[in-house]
């Protein structure tokens, strides 16, 4: 059983930053694969970001070169940094993983029915 502890969010103006964390517990943190989702309001929840055991990335489009994913191995902590936030990047944030046999390479990353194990979510709030 994995557990996982968001921590970060918050209110911001637009083009402003925030960084989001991730803490895990339950399994050996360098095993398991993580993700980041997010969800509009009225929207359904959509792929951000993931990052494999090897350090592999992926970003959605919309993402790319915005947002950057990274991995603490020793902290057993995930992060999401977010620059020049705008208004559309309103929503709850949620980290997630998978139990490790999950996490193989060529496995699907980009729904969330995909992951096992999620984060409280957090609230990101972008004002123009």
């Known amino acids: 059983q994995v557990q996982l502890v968001e921590s970060g969010g918050g209110s911001v103006q637009a083009g402003g930053s925030l960084r989001l964390s991730c803490a895990a517990s339950g399994y050996t943190y360098s095993s398991l694969c993580m993700a980041w989702f997010r969800q509009a309001p009225g929207k359904e929840r959509e792929f951000v970001s993931f990052?494999?055991?090897?350090?592999?990335?992926r970003y959605a489009d919309s993402v790319k070169g915005q947002f950057t994913i990274s991995k603490d191995n020793a902290k057993n902590t995930l992060y999401l940094q977010m620059n020049n936030l705008n208004p559309e990047d309103t929503g709850m944030y949620y980290c997630?993983?998978?139990?490790?046999?999950?996490?193989?390479?060529?496995?699907?990353?980009?729904?969330?029915?995909?992951?096992?194990?999620w984060g409280q979510g957090l609230q990101v709030t972008v004002s123009s």
């Open positions: 997630a993983t998978r139990a490790p046999f999950y996490c193989r390479s060529g496995a699907p990353i980009g729904r969330d029915f995909e992951y096992t194990y």
């Open positions: 990052i494999s055991t090897d350090g592999t990335i």
